[in-house]
């Protein structure tokens, strides 16, 4: 599994970025994909998840109502979609991919990672 995550940048408080995480394999829709997320100076934390056929999602309540993840298997990229950024959802943000969709929000039992890009909100 190879993973490519990219769109980071600067936005203003209030803005929106959309995340991509493009996958380079045979099997993309074997995996669910997550992604997580390390603030400056803090611990890599989960903020959304969806499943291989892009049916289920879940996310952690400090994105929830703000983000969207989505996913196009003929593509082989999941997007998250960020809106209403808060200056504290700037981080890393890293893919990751998964074969079972459970027991996610630890980063254990993840098949690889993407290389992580910046989200950086200004107040």
């Known amino acids: 599994v190879q993973l490519q995550a990219s769109g980071g940048g600067l936005v203003q408080a209030g803005g929106s970025l959309r995340l991509s995480c493009a996958y380079s394999?045979?099997?993309?829709?074997?995996?669910?994909i997550s992604w997580f997320r390390q603030p400056p100076g803090k611990e890599r934390e989960f903020a959304a998840i969806?499943?291989?056929?892009?049916?289920?999602?879940d996310y952690a309540d400090s994105v929830k109502g703000r983000f969207t993840i989505s996913r196009d298997n003929a593509k082989s990229t999941v997007y998250l979609q960020m809106n209403g950024l808060k200056p504290e959802d700037t981080a890393v943000y890293y893919c990751?991919?998964?074969?079972?969709?459970?027991?996610?929000?630890?980063?254990?039992?993840?098949?690889?990672w993407g290389q992580g890009t910046l989200v950086t909100v200004s107040s």
């Open positions: 990751a991919a998964k074969l079972y969709y459970w027991d996610y929000v630890s980063q254990r039992g993840y098949a690889d």
């Open positions: 394999g045979r099997t993309f829709s074997s995996f669910a």
């Open positions: 969806i499943s291989g056929d892009g049916g289920t999602s």
